[in-house]
């Protein structure tokens, strides 16, 4: 087996394009409720929050953030290895966390359905103009090239996109405002910063480490009580638009990640000589149960069959035990435990705060979706390492390693040169059936796909 983190861009692409998938599928049509959020059932669409159940749109978002943390042992590793101080470090963490709070409010700014319900060609345009500007802003210039040259397009793009936040005009005659910006982003910048000090401190004490997570579930039981200082400090922040507390809550699939990312990065680095699995039909196996597990949780979590989901799950769980049990590398038999415990430990709180949701998140959803996280990364492990099918992921790999152009190329590149051009139009022409209406969403994301692809082969990262 390949020791890079191949699965892991894997997963995080993955998450990221079905994020724009789920975005673009249609409502109104007849598609069946477990083709959108859980919460915001067909045909009206209407946000239920007393709604309990789990769909594939549910887990996009959980399984980005797992990615995300997953990373943080591989990123501050080396930059511990080349001998920066913790100081230091902690410093280019809060930048990261301020670019991508900074990318949140841009892209909000930026959006030409932001800027106007009914875009019309100069909002198109705008959006065009916001994603070029990204690049000015957030692009990792190699380092052969000339600093005054770096420096000169940063000035020249932060110039702009001041005197055009300063004249541009939004709904009931607003203008920019630091309070709009795309919650997604900020939640991450939120979980980034405090996910990636937390494990800078913490990273030779796991213990310590789990121990924030009681802290936070202390939080979430106690918040409500009026009158407690845990009301106070939950509602309390010197910066509304920039931090609340609530935010936080997804440190709960954040830290579980960096442990997992502890035991990768490890195991990347050791000497083992080892092959994930003894054997092809070992492999084979995992794939399928590993995909049975996350499939079998949507299909019964969403349809309320609680008893049969938990017999089913244990049922799984045990026979990936029996197929795991006698491996010599202990890679499989770390992540299965782990993966265990979440997806247990998610389905036990199930019953809890009126069962399982995204909105408002439960702690069953906080926990159960780490462990199908987990699930999902052994799936793509096994089959882009040890079946070597990297190239059958290309795509989504590459867009994992560019998530943030993934994130903003439809909304800021791919709509606007749509409706400019009246392919729209054409591609419209599929709604007249639900499922078409799914496959032109499809064909959206592809061309995100491409996109994103596109600039990670010639090497073009944005600072995110």
Same mark, same amino acid.
């Given at each position: 087996m390949q020791k890079r983190a191949d699965a892991l861009d894997a997963l995080r692409g993955l998450a990221i394009l079905l994020m724009i998938l789920s975005g673009s599928i249609p409502f109104g049509g007849m598609l069946p409720d477990w083709m959108y959020h859980a919460q915001l059932p067909p045909p009206t669409h209407k946000f239920n929050p007393n709604l309990p159940g789990l769909t594939w749109v549910d887990l996009v978002f959980p399984f980005f953030l797992f990615a995300m943390g997953t990373a943080f042992p591989f990123a501050l590793s080396k930059k511990i290895k080349s001998g920066v101080s913790n100081f230091k470090i902690s410093l280019q963490i809060l930048e990261r966390g301020l670019l991508l709070a900074g990318f949140a409010i841009f892209i909000q700014h930026f959006k030409p359905y932001a800027l106007n319900p009914s875009p019309t060609n100069?909002?198109?345009l705008i959006g065009i103009l916001g994603f070029i500007l990204l690049f000015a /802003?957030?692009?990792r210039f190699p380092n052969s090239v000339n600093k005054k040259i770096v420096y000169a397009v940063r000035i020249t793009g932060i110039i702009i996109t001041v005197l055009m936040l300063a004249n541009l005009s939004y709904p009931n005659d607003s203008s920019f405002s630091l309070g709009r910006s795309d919650i997604i982003i900020l939640v991450l910048a939120n979980t980034a910063f405090f996910g990636s000090l937390i494990w800078l401190f913490t990273k030779e004490n796991l213990l310590l *480490?789990?121990?924030?997570?009681?802290?936070? =579930?202390?939080? *979430?039981?106690?918040? $409500? =009580?009026?009158? $407690?200082?845990?009301?106070?400090?939950?509602?309390?922040? %010197?910066? %509304?638009?920039?931090?609340k507390l609530y935010y936080l809550q997804y440190l709960f699939i954040v830290i579980p990640g960096t442990i997992i990312g502890d035991i990768l990065y490890k195991w990347f680095n050791s000497e083992s000589k080892y092959e994930i699995y003894d054997s092809k039909n070992s492999a084979v196996l995992i794939t399928v149960v590993t995909?049975?597990? =996350? =499939?079998?949780?949507?299909?019964?979590?969403? $349809?309320r069959m609680m008893v049969v989901n938990l017999i089913v799950n244990l049922i799984l769980l045990i026979v990936i035990y029996f197929i795991i049990k006698n491996q010599n590398d202990s890679l499989i038999k770390t992540l299965f435990n782990w993966g265990s415990y979440w997806v247990l430990l998610? /389905?036990?709180?199930e019953a809890f705060e009126g069962g399982i949701k995204k909105d408002q998140s439960t702690l069953s959803y906080y926990f159960l979706t780490t462990g199908l996280a987990i699930f999902c990364y052994i799936f793509l492990s096994t089959i882009i390492d040890y079946f070597k099918q990297?190239?059958?992921?290309? /795509?989504?790999?590459? $867009?994992?390693?560019?998530p943030m152009i993934a994130y903003v190329a439809g909304s800021l590149f791919w709509m606007p040169v749509l409706e400019l051009t009246n392919l729209s139009s054409v591609l419209n022409l599929l709604l007249v059936n639900p499922w078409l209406g799914f496959f032109k969403g499809v064909i959206f994301t592809f061309f995100v796909a491409v996109t994103a692809s596109f600039f990670t082969s010639k090497k073009l990262f944005w600072r995110t």
């Open positions: 100069q909002d198109w /802003l957030y692009l *480490r789990l121990g924030v997570l009681g802290f936070l =579930i202390a939080f *979430r039981l106690t918040q $409500s =009580i009026d009158g $407690s200082w845990n009301n106070w400090l939950w509602d309390f922040s %010197p910066f %509304p638009w920039l931090y995909f049975a597990i =996350i =499939i079998c949780n949507l299909i019964f979590l969403q $349809s998610g /389905l036990t709180f990297k190239n059958m992921f290309r /795509l989504i790999i590459n $867009s994992g390693q560019n």
